[in-house]
Structure formats: structure tokens, C-alpha cells
């Protein structure tokens, strides 16, 4: 027994001090961190905030080699809802729920330290999920790159007010670039890692519809006819060039963490909706210590980009508009057949029914 005892503790020391710093490997290059390797590695915050959770997000899919970075951001009520896919290593199925366990990690001897302090304890994801609604992969395997779908009620963790307030870039007068003074709301968070990351991955910011689109794009502007007709054996990012007709679009959008309607779907297919630039493009750009544009408040429920509303879904509402005011006139001997008046701007919609009495 002693002679076992020894050859143990002789392992124990001989062996990479890797050793030392896990409890136990999960597979696939995934390992679950002592505590104590996880507290030396102790992070500048945790999630104390919605944009804290966003920064995290597009951490974890730069580390894990993404080039393509795809954020779609909306709100429905007080849900906020993020969908982060990227092209990068992906996960495999076995590990979708440990991923959220504390100190798991694919980081083991690649920890990174960057303007937001040490990324690689395994403690991101599990603080995201505990501050959270909801928290899953939608989609990922090894090599196919990632979807994950995070839900926070924002009346119980906070988020900033302004959320329509895009901000701009500035050159500086040694030629560098920077972020100019916003709020510091989601999109500012995003276009902070993004210049800072611009060199290694690129990121691409809009609603759920409008990543779709860009998906699409992208899917298309690559050969992918060698993976087959099954979903499962593609990258994520690039699924959604498989979709015959808008209910398969939707179906395999919403598989992805991205919900939409046929609807938006058919309208995506036929190229009404245009895919996003790089985020970093559609920023307007600035010399310092020159004025700032002035900015329009957007819509926050089409995240940053104000309403726009298709003309057959204008026609639609203008229908259902008349039939109720057909009802409201027979009682009130006012003119039932009148044109409603339907203006949208950028963060509202105005009706107006013109009131002339019947003779």
C-alpha cells in the first residue's frame, strides 16, 4: 500500500501542472477547473447588468475561434433576448448543459486578459444563466460553430434606458480609433468589442429578421452543397441556405434561436429585407474634437434601426382598421366608408379617420 502511495504522489509531481489545476476533463478539450485555478483567475465583473452578459456573449465566441460573429437583439415587454451565433469551434451535443456549470471551460491553457479583465475561469456562462429567464444552446457541434439563446426579465436586472443611441467612431489625432461618448448601452458595449476585435473576428449587430438576412447572405456567398440537406451536418451560420420556401425558413430560423414569422420569412427570400453590413460600417465616423452628428431616437422594439413596416402589412392593418370603424360609425350616423390615414414614423404609428356625418 505504501508502495502505491508513493507511486501516486510521484505521479502527482512528475506530471504537467495541468494536473493540478483540474477536477475533472469532460471531453473534447473541455475540463471542469479546480476552485481554486477558477478564483485565480478571478474576472475585472461579473453580470450585474444586461450589457454585461453581451460583452461576455461575444468573449466566449472570439475565444473559441470564431471569424463571424452574429447578434440579434430584441425586446418584448420587459424580456430582453439575445441570440449570439458564430462560426467558431462549436460544442458538442453532450456538453450543451454543463457549458453552464460553474468552472467548465474549453480554456485551459488559453486563458485571455483584455480591456474587460480575465476570460477563462468557466464562470461566464453559469453567471449568465443565473441572472437569467432562460439560457441554452439553440444549436452548436464540434466544428459547426454556435447559437445561444439568453432571456433576461430587465425588471429584475437592469439594462440602460437608451437603448436606440448608436454611437460613432472617432479617429484620434495619433490615428487611432476609438468609441465616442454614447450611453452605454448594448450597441455601444458591441461596438467597443468589435474595434477592439476587428482585426481577429467580425461582428455583425441588428433584429433577429435582419441577422436572418445576413445569414442568408453569407450562407449563400459560400459552397456548402458538400454537407448534404441535413441541417445538423452544416455550420450553423450557414443553415439557413437550405430553407425551399418561407415555413422551412422560419422552421429552421427558429431552430437556430431566431423566431420569426412566415411572414418575415417570405419577405427575407424575396430580398425585401437587405442584410447588415459589418457593425463597425454602419457607425458614423468623426475626426476628434469635431461635433458629433445629431441622432434620432429610434424605436427600441426594432433594436436601434427604427420601424419599418412592409406596404401589404400596411394594407392589412388599414383593413382591420376599417372594420372597426365601420362599427364605431353606424352607431354614431358618421360616413363609413373613409380612407384611414396611416403615418408611421420612426418610434410610433398615427391613424387618423377623417369624421363626416351621414346627411
Known sequence: MADVSSLSQFIDQATH???????????????????????????????????????????????????????????????????????????????????????????????????????????????????????????SDSGKGSSFVIEFDTSKITERRDQSTLPDLVKCADGTWSVGPSPHNIARTTAEFALANRHSCTVYFGSPVEIAATLLAFARSSQHSSYGSDPALIPV????????????????????????????????????????????????????????????KQNAGRDYRGLKVASEDVDDFSRGLLRAWRELADRYFLEQDIEPSIRISHDSVHVTFPVRKQL
Open 17 to 139: 501542472e495541468s494536473r493540478l489545476r483540474v477536477e475533472s476533463d469532460l471531453g473534447d478539450g473541455f475540463v471542469r477547473l479546480r476552485v481554486s485555478e477558477a478564483e485565480r483567475r478571478q474576472a475585472k465583473q461579473d453580470i450585474r447588468c444586461v450589457e454585461d452578459a453581451a460583452i461576455e456573449m461575444l468573449r466566449n465566441a472570439r475565444d473559441a475561434h470564431a471569424r463571424s460573429i452574429f447578434f440579434a437583439v430584441s425586446k418584448s415587454g420587459d424580456i430582453r433576448r439575445f441570440t449570439m451565433l458564430d462560426d467558431g469551434d462549436g460544442i458538442p451535443g453532450y456538453l450543451h448543459e454543463a457549458v453552464f456549470e460553474p468552472r467548465v471551460t474549453s480554456k485551459l491553457d488559453s486563458m485571455t486578459m483584455d480591456d474587460w479583465g480575465v476570460h477563462g475561469r468557466g464562470m461566464a456562462l453559469y453567471s449568465i444563466k443565473a441572472n437569467a429567464e432562460d439560457a441554452f444552446i439553440a444549436a
Open 237 to 296: 451560420v450557414k443553415r439557413l441556405a437550405l430553407a425551399s420556401d418561407s415555413l422551412e425558413f422560419a422552421a429552421i430560423a427558429s431552430k437556430m434561436g431566431l423566431e420569426m414569422s412566415s411572414r418575415s420569412a417570405h419577405r427575407i427570400l424575396q430580398g425585401q429585407v437587405k442584410p447588415l453590413p459589418p457593425f463597425l460600417e454602419m457607425l458614423d465616423r468623426r475626426r476628434e474634437g469635431d461635433a458629433p452628428r445629431r441622432q434620432t
